[in-house]
């Protein structure tokens, strides 16, 4: 059964009835939550006073490719990519909005099982499915806007413009592991079953960091985000909008084992500038780093420090001090003609 | 210049610096904003307790063409429609989050012009932009979600699902310019200056009523929504949702006078199912419908009534009380192979 063939209401009431199925009405999104998907837009009385929302599209054949993703990969990955952004500022995620362009040919199942990985994710982190549209499109898009809240009555959120020079700058978990899988399902690339699995679930259902940005969050980290861009490129965004520099230590780069494994030299290049792994990134005093290591039982590394020189740039250097280069520092939906 | 050739980052900062002019400090959602462009999310801190969030897309090539419409009254109309869902409920809009998907080939002269238009629609109506996100595509769609909160403490809304047999049904303006607008448009059909004008705006520019939409939730009326979809197919919304039926008489609905003069005969037909006109649609006891009159300085016409019988269906009638039949009854997105 195609979409075209039951037309856009009879897919919204399909949805709709999935929707209803997965409501946990003891967590704190459907308590507050006071009208959802059926009306011309949701309603919701937060009990905590400071409001936070994102919103990102992935797109059919630019962030994605349905000859490598399976829709319930996609369900998932369309939510976690924004359900990362509230960890980066270490809110707490309540409420989703997807909007969803498809061709009329697409299966009726197939859009099932894509939310049925948003509904998963959702379900997981006890975010709720509160609204949406669905439209015709030449090609699959999917829009989502995460709507939460600050963890904390006082509204205390991470910053990209909150870095100080001294501050330590750490990451969570290892990296490289996102771009890894990407670069093994563009080119087939054929690894042993357990690095395949986890290259594949790093790359298409990333795990953001909710918790661990409220931790942050509550023991004193005012600036940081989630690496999507891959580290060099997501630091530099901190030293512009903190108008400060960095120094990066990449042999202290936490390295995915896999991507280690898997890629051999070019592993290192994958961990900087890879992008999409959704860890952590952020920069504190050393008294509040120790305090995050202590916290938080993911791995913390502390990777180089910000700098009152070199305002708006990374430095990288090895474990002497000396600079050393790379050819690239990030991903940029529009790769501009010359190297920035 | 190509938005190829700036990179997304390139503009994402013409962009943030012509949101940044655009900053009406003084009015409440600005006072109310603490975080936005630049960061992982946007955040805020609302004065009234229930929150409102919506959000629709705008595909090329499905609900637009670049051949008829100007970037500028792309921004305008995508914006307007979403206004529109916000004022649909009675509320207050405050903030709207715009997800560009955008071929490398765009002139970034034209995206500004975009822009442009949707920060003409955001000062009229006191919205401020405060986020999104920008990817490439290899067609031209804007996913726009619109935040704001009820417009009293209480949290009194209009909704789909509250309409009461004994209801009078009531439209505010005229229906079918939007429609009319889209035909001129497509089949390049020649019209004298002023009707041509007219129906451009009305399909291209449309006014969100925001105010009426207040006005309606302070004077007690408790079912409504906007005419997105058509009065006919728009009244079953609120028939299915409120388990009632509806009679409208045809011969009471207010068509638009351009309309008339332009399609004579089919104006009818463009005024109960054409769409787009995003005027209010509301169902209200008598003594209400009186007080709205008296309110409001659009004109308010009652059309028709609802009743305890035909649960879920529409039933056309004349001023005689005799059933009559019409073709088309909406717009679906996905239109179903067999007639509803």
């Known amino acids: 059964m195609k979409v075209s063939k039951i037309g856009e209401f009879g897919l919204i009431n399909v949805l709709s009835g999935m929707l209803a199925e997965n409501r946990q009405p003891r967590k704190r999104a459907w308590r507050e939550l006071l009208v959802d998907i059926g009306d011309d837009a949701m309603v919701w009385k937060p009990s905590l006073p400071h409001q936070i929302a994102t919103v990102d599209s992935l797109v059919e054949n630019i962030h994605f490719t349905l000859k490598t993703v399976t829709w319930r990969e996609l369900g998932w990955k369309s939510l976690a990519v924004n359900l990362s952004d509230i960890a980066a500022m270490g809110g707490i995620p309540l409420y989703a909005l997807i909007s969803l362009g498809l061709p009329g040919n697409t299966a009726v199942a197939d859009i099932k099982t894509l939310y049925g990985g948003m509904l998963e994710i959702g379900g997981t982190y006890n975010v709720a499915i509160s609204g949406g549209d669905t439209v015709s499109s030449p090609f699959v898009f ?3 806007t995460v709507i939460g809240c600050a963890s904390n009555p006082e509204g205390k959120v991470m910053r990209r413009s909150a870095a100080l020079p001294g501050d330590l700058v750490a990451v969570t978990g290892a990296l490289g592991a ?5 670069r093994m399902l563009l080119h087939n690339l054929e690894f042993p079953p357990k690095a395949t699995a986890a290259l594949r679930r790093a790359h298409l259902t990333p795990a953001p960091h909710i918790r661990e940005g ?3 969050v509550a023991l004193g980290v005012k600036a940081g985000m989630d690496i999507s861009d891959g580290l060099v490129g997501d630091l530099t965004h901190i030293c512009e909008l903190s108008r400060v520099g960095a120094r990066l230590n990449v042999e202290r780069v936490p390295v995915s084992k896999t991507v280690k494994s898997c890629f051999q030299e070019e592993a290192l290049t994958l961990a900087l500038s890879g992008g999409e792994d959704y860890e952590l990134l952020f920069t504190a005093p050393p008294d509040i780093i120790d305090k995050v290591k202590t916290a938080l039982k993911c791995p913390v590394t502390v990777v180089g420090e910000m700098t ?6 990374v430095i990288l250097v090895n ?3 000396k600079p050393v280069r790379l050819e ?3 991903w940029d939906h529009f ?3 010359e190297t920035k």
């Not at 996102?178 to 990407?182: E, H, Q, R």
């Not at 009152?308 to 740039?313: D, L, M, S, T």
């Open 319 to 321: 474990n002497q001090g």
């Open 142 to 144: 999917i829009s989502v």
């Open 178 to 182: 996102s771009a890894g899988g990407l």
């Open 335 to 337: 790769p501009a003609a």
């Open 328 to 330: 690239k520092t990030g």
């Open 214 to 216: 409220q931790t942050l």
């Open 308 to 313: 009152a020189q070199n305002q708006g740039r």
